[in-house]
């Protein structure tokens, strides 16, 4: 059993650690907040856009772009033709957040399997960090850009992805990141690249396809190519405050745990502390009185020799 010292450092300790935790949470908690706020002066932008962009699609039978299907081409993963493929991974910069980054990891190593060959664009240190270390190629890495999503990042992003696929480097693109359903953290795994048509169509909703006929100059594919960056950009951004909202979630959550699980430790161990204590204190009254005891022996034995 530990001595009284030794449990009320360690009770100090969790204290101090519990400080940490505290100010943790609410930096996540302000952060996330911040994120979200920032988001919201852009998003207005990106929804009228995919939303013009579906009334386009509207308006022609078929779209002849390289940046969407084929009525010919297979949509699966690692498809016919299809070995190659490039992948957009968004982690942290940071750890302390729970299973976040595990999970955009597994999930883009499984994707990988489906491939011969893999482009990998990678954002956060963690994921920079793991490829690296386990010998897997990257395109490109950002330095600490998972901790401040910015809308330049994500055009830059969408260019350099765009590049790869006009040269016909890969044929599918994915991006993998992590989105709140709820008051979880979800990773998703989505094909940006090619577009599917359908999709878009889908989107659009009873009374809002009452515009007139577009016309497009000089042509509908030139148009729709124009197009594509600024949807990708959007597209990439939202995943990426997404991802950043999701990684101070999950920090919020593991923090959150931590002060819990500190808690319940210095309660045992404050139960532990006062035993050791009231037993140091019982031991000292029974030497006090032992010793006494001795004292009362002592002097009664010198008092009988004296009388005899």
Known sequence: MSGAKEIKDRINTIKNTQKITNAMYLI???????????????????DMLNQEFSRMLRRVDSVDSSYFYTDEEKMGEGGAGREVCAIFVITADKGLAGSYNSNVIRETERLMKKYKKTYLYVMGEVGRAYFYKHNIP???SYSYPA??????????TASAILTGFDEGLYKDV???YTNINGITEVVERKRILPLNRRRFLERIGPGEDSYENYEFYPSFTDVIDNVVPMYLAGFIYGAMIDSFCSEQNARMTAMNSANDNAEEIMSELSVEYNRVRQAAITQEITEVAAGAKALRRKKKKKTGEAVS
């Open 28 to 46: 996540s908690t302000t952060k996330m907040r911040k994120a979200k706020n920032e988001y919201e002066k852009t998003k207005p932008f990106f």
């Open 138 to 140: 990257m395109v490109e």
């Open 147 to 156: 901790m401040d999503p910015s809308l330049h990042i994500a055009r830059k």
């Open 174 to 176: 994915f991006i993998v």
